[in-house]
């Protein structure tokens, strides 16, 4: 029996895919093992959303080559789908975007290539990824979480922000079929899990290549007839798809979760458009309220990127201010990294990394605020937490889980509470764990 092991890099998909791809080798015979240890084959799935994300992969594709020189190692996902001609040699498949799902058969076909001495380094398994409109169907039974369940429902992006590289690694909007989704949640609700995440590459896209009436909102409605899944969560959304019809439909559905990631990066309308994002910080706003109209106390959370091309100081200043202004539980800050191949590495006016250093950490420290008046105000309340694992503190042992607004909480008592839903009075910060 060969031996396999897999490295994730990147997102919540990436995550997803490698997972299905660890079920798929499982389903050929393959015995998974940890990454550190010898294995006849290695499969890393790379990310290229910056450039640090590039060097992240190629050092672990030389790692695993290190770990075992004579083991086949496998490059798929988005770095060598977006720099196929940058591969290094020691890569001896690569696999694209869209072909991940024929990771058995390509091994099988390359380990008889090789017995014939017809395979050696640079087997590419890779298709235009711009001009596909095909999903590529995975799925799981199980995931490495215990009690919360990611599925990918959607691929590809439209957008073109003019940062990212993303769009021309995953292609375009591609959507999977509404019975499938369900079928994988019914799968998963009967081995147990409670909590289901929805998430894609641009997730408020699902449905466009699809029929008429089947988007995101039909989508989660259908979810929420799933027996035995207790919470519906929604990966990262664009504020375009938060209408009065959709967040009516959402709040009315039991098991929804009031946590919504709404992508920002900046609170200044002249640097949106610079990043082609495709809303005004008003439009932005209104559908903050909005969500905060059908929902008592939502956690908002959302992404902000400093240091912009030409970002002036009266421009992070207009940025800071609308982020205080809409008072998120949290706020993600990322420093701008300049990305090859997006329009936004080729503008002028580049911020030297020293003022995004010091915008960065202003904006860390006002999210840290927000998010303590937040936690704080659970402090006396009565909340619902699905219990994920147990956790040693200075004080005790804890039981710690999220409640539906993804606060993580915890309760002393060294009872196994995991993959339950408890309710948890919170007397004192203490039991907010960070």
């Known amino acids: 029996m060969k031996k396999a092991a897999l490295h994730n890099?990147?997102?919540?998909?990436?995550?997803?895919?490698?997972?299905?791809?660890?079920?798929?080798?499982?389903?050929?015979?393959?015995?998974?093992?940890?990454?550190?240890?010898?294995?006849?084959?290695?499969?890393?799935?790379?990310?290229?959303?910056?450039?640090?994300?590039?060097?992240?992969?190629?050092?672990?594709?030389?790692?695993?080559?290190?770990?075992?020189?004579?083991?086949?190692?496998?490059?798929?996902?988005?770095?060598?789908?977006?720099?196929?001609?940058?591969?290094?040699?020691?890569?001896?498949?690569?696999?694209?975007?869209?072909?991940?799902?024929?990771?058995?058969?390509?091994?099988e076909e390359y380990f008889r290539a090789r017995e014939g001495e017809q395979a050696g380094a640079g087997w590419k398994e890779i298709i235009d990824i711009s001009h596909t409109p095909e999903y590529e169907e995975m799925r799981l039974t199980r995931t490495g979480e215990h009690t919360r369940a990611y599925i990918k429902v959607q691929d590809g992006c439209n957008q073109f922000c003019s940062y990212c590289i993303i769009p021309y690694a995953r292609g375009r909007v591609r959507s999977r079929r509404k019975e499938d989704v369900v079928s994988e949640v019914r799968t998963l609700a009967e081995s147990g899990y409670k909590e289901v995440v929805l998430t894609g590459i641009h997730l408020s896209s699902y449905g466009l290549d699809l029929d008429q009436g089947e988007d995101l909102l039909s989508l989660i409605c259908a979810v929420h007839e799933v027996e035995g899944i207790c919470r519906i969560r929604l990966g990262s959304l664009e504020p375009r798809i938060i209408t009065e019809e959709f967040v009516k439909t959402i709040a009315s559905l039991p098991k929804m979760c009031p946590h919504f990631h709404l992508s920002l990066q900046s609170?200044?309308?002249?640097?949106?458009r610079r990043m082609n994002r495709r809303y005004t910080t008003q439009e932005?706003?209104?559908?903050?309220?909005?969500?905060?109209?059908?929902?008592?106390?939502?956690?908002?959370?959302?992404?902000?990127?400093?240091?912009?091309p030409q970002e002036s100081?009266?421009?992070?200043?207009?940025?800071?201010?609308?982020?205080?202004?809409?008072?998120?539980?949290?706020?993600?800050?990322?420093?701008?990294?300049?990305?090859?191949?997006?329009?936004?590495?080729?503008?002028?006016?580049?911020?030297?990394?020293?003022?995004?250093?010091?915008?960065?950490?202003?904006?860390?420290?006002?999210?840290?605020?927000?998010?303590?008046?937040?936690?704080?105000?659970?402090?006396?309340?009565?909340?619902?937490?699905?219990?994920?694992?147990?956790?040693?503190?200075?004080?005790?042992?804890?039981?710690?889980?999220?409640?539906?607004?993804?606060?993580?909480?915890?309760?002393?008592?060294?009872?196994?509470?995991?993959?339950?839903?408890?309710?948890?009075?919170?007397?004192?910060?203490l039991q907010i764990i960070h």
């Open 267 to 272: 609170g200044c309308d002249e640097t949106l």
């Open 9 to 107: 890099l990147g997102c919540k998909v990436n995550a997803y895919e490698t997972e299905a791809m660890q079920e798929i080798l499982e389903q050929s015979g393959y015995e998974i093992v940890p990454f550190h240890e010898k294995a006849d084959v290695y499969v890393i799935n790379t990310c290229t959303v910056t450039n640090m994300a590039d060097r992240k992969s190629r050092q672990m594709l030389h790692r695993a080559k290190k770990l075992n020189p004579d083991a086949v190692v496998v490059a798929a996902g988005c770095y060598v789908q977006a720099k196929e001609g940058e591969v290094d040699a020691c890569v001896d498949i690569v696999i694209g975007n869209n072909k991940k799902h024929e990771l058995a058969s390509i091994l």
């Open 284 to 308: 932005y706003y209104e559908k903050c309220q909005l969500l905060r109209q059908y929902f008592d106390h939502p956690a908002l959370t959302t992404d902000v990127i400093v240091g912009f």
């Open 313 to 429: 100081e009266e421009e992070f200043e207009k940025s800071m201010a609308f982020v205080d202004k809409v008072d998120f539980y949290e706020t993600h800050i990322f420093k701008y990294s300049r990305r090859e191949g997006t329009k936004a590495a080729a503008m002028d006016g580049q911020v030297p990394e020293q003022i995004k250093n010091a915008r960065s950490a202003r904006l860390i420290a006002l999210g840290r605020r927000k998010q303590q008046a937040y936690e704080e105000r659970l402090i006396g309340t009565c909340v619902e937490v699905l219990m994920e694992e147990a956790v040693e503190r200075e004080d005790g042992i804890y039981q710690v889980g999220h409640t539906k607004e993804y606060v993580k909480v915890g309760q002393k008592t060294t009872e196994n509470l995991s993959n339950q839903l408890i309710n948890v009075e919170i007397e004192n910060r």
